[in-house]
């Protein structure tokens, strides 16, 4: 697990966060471990707030174009994320409603 992200985004949302776990709501599995800063709903998911598992939290190293990312699916085959472009410049997945569950983890 990579460790929390403390830059100029974490700053600025008045430096909260909590981690959350993204679950499939198919199959209940685990896809990935999120630091999710300030507050507000959970609406897409930061390449560079992704801590595990390595596989994913690695692509904010590798990709730098959104058109070279797929979407974020669950083992199961259930597609969770849909590749964007925010417009701060950050490549982030758009979340599918009704497709995850999130569950707070312990800091």
Known sequence: MRE???????RD?????????IHCAKCGKEVLLYQKDGRGGLKR???NR???P??????QDKVERVKTLSMLKCECGVDIGIPMLHREGRLAF???????SK?????
């Open 54 to 59: 390595e596989s994913i939290a690695s692509l």
């Open 94 to 100: 758009r979340l599918i409603p009704g497709t995850y």
């Open 4 to 10: 929390i992200k403390k830059d100029k985004y974490f």
């Open 45 to 47: 998911l930061y390449l």
């Open 13 to 21: 949302r008045q430096s909260t966060y909590i981690i959350l776990g």
């Open 103 to 107: 569950h707070k983890e312990k800091k």
């Open 50 to 52: 992704i801590l595990a």
